[in-house]
């Protein structure tokens, strides 16, 4: 299927080399990065027994939105294929690092924050460079297909990794694990080299200086309702609905499901096989009206999921919830990229994503609110308190900014 949809149909004019190469290079990245989470999060779990340390593991993941909108600048300015390699690079570079420590018994916690730190500054700057280098790959029309297809190569690789992660550390131990996740790291390095583009649009002017940049930015956003309304729902479901799957499903595993890291594996499996079932469904349609009501509706079913899943104990059901708080996560982040990138004007769209990157920052600020709540509260009171503040706050959004009804 997923063959098909790379050379048939929306994006049959796409041929092999271009986009192909991109979605394997991603597919390979979010493997290594899926296997190096359940790695260092049971790591860390098991080597300090507190919560809120295991938040502060998973906000460092993503420390590096606050430079978003620089980085951005720097993606309108130079070779978008370049920094993509580079970016990419860095994780290799912080994988050898970790499994040369642990080779040499060196690793520790300060270690595995320090340099998660250094992953967290590289995997932001690669999310604004891949997601405006998307843009310059394909055409506009095969643009929600495109979108929706690079994210179903990340979540069938969220289904795969963290079980063969979670398998293998439970097998072979972390050291010869980490020779996996070099592997794969090395492979998205080979494939990012290969990526060509289709358009090429450097329209920033070098000479403009950084603030000028950032004021100009800032000054489209404010101006266009539906880009603000767009970056602050972004910032939401970055901190109520996103630390469930990248910090807290591990204490929820072990302290309310009472399983070990295969389990915990097989979680993370069960949210990323709903969220493939969505993206692949999205990639499959040419033509899906309203995404705006697939977003909104996408955002409330997740934070919803929290809820459900914060009431019970039962390993299958919690399958199920995860399942569908998947499906939910994809309806919403798939529709939301696109609507943000056909709204974005192309002169602006590198700056802008860095906007958008800079919107993930709610993202530690949530893992470390849900840290704290889980350290003093437990873990299923904390899941319940995210998904009724990110029930109501979505539905502020939507009243309060109402353009974003007429999207499309």
């Not at 899943?309 to 990229?337: E, P, R």
């Amino acid at each position: 299927m997923i063959n098909n949809l790379l050379t048939q149909g929306p994006l049959k004019s796409l041929g092999k080399s271009r986009y192909r190469n991109f979605w394997l290079s991603d597919g390979l990245m979010a493997s290594a990065e899926n296997m190096e989470f359940i790695i260092l999060a049971w790591y860390m779990l098991i080597e300090t027994q507190s919560p809120l340390l295991v938040g502060f593991y998973s906000a460092l993941r993503f420390c590096g939105p606050l430079f978003a909108p620089f980085f951005g600048i720097i993606v309108d300015k130079y070779d978008r294929k370049k920094l993509l390699i580079i970016s990419r690079s860095v994780f290799l570079a912080v994988a050898v690092s970790i499994l040369l420590l642990s080779l040499l018994g060196y690793l520790n916690i300060w270690y595995v924050l320090i340099l998660t730190s250094v992953a967290g500054m590289g995997k932001s700057f690669d999310n604004v460079i891949k997601e405006t280098l998307l843009a310059d790959l394909v055409s506009p029309t095969s643009l929600p297909n495109a979108v929706a297809l690079t994210r179903s190569s990340r979540d069938g690789t969220h289904i795969l990794a963290p079980i063969i992660g979670g398998y293998l550390l439970d097998r072979v131990g972390l050291s010869s694990t980490y020779i996996l996740v070099t592997a794969l790291h090395s492979c998205s390095i080979f494939f990012a080299s290969r990526v060509n583009y289709l358009n090429r649009n450097m329209a920033l002017r070098r000479g403009d200086s950084i603030i000028k940049n950032l004021k100009d930015s800032l000054f489209y956003a404010g101006k266009h309702e539906v880009v603000l309304a767009l970056l602050v729902l972004a910032f939401l479901v970055n901190l109520t609905a996103f630390p469930l799957i990248q910090g807290l499903i591990p204490i929820f595993a072990k302290e309310a499901l009472l399983t070990n890291s295969t389990g915990l594996g097989q979680l993370m499996g069960a949210y990323s096989a709903g969220a493939l079932v969505a993206s692949l469904l999205l990639a499959s349609m040419p033509n899906l009206p309203r995404l705006n009501i697939w977003m909104i509706c996408g955002s409330i079913g997740w934070h919803a999921s929290a809820i459900a899943l914060s009431q019970t104990s039962s390993y299958s059901f919690s399958i199920g919830v995860l399942s569908l708080s998947g499906l939910f996560q994809s309806f919403c982040m798939v529709t939301m990229a696109v609507l943000l990138l056909r709204n974005t004007s192309a002169d602006m769209r590198g700056r802008i994503m860095g906007f958008r990157g800079m919107a993930i920052y709610g993202l530690p600020m949530g893992l470390l609110i849900s840290g704290f709540f889980a350290d003093n509260v437990g873990i299923t009171t904390t899941l319940a308190v995210n998904g009724v503040v990110g029930i109501v706050l979505t539905i502020a959004i939507v009243l309060g900014l109402k353009k974003i009804w007429y999207l499309n």
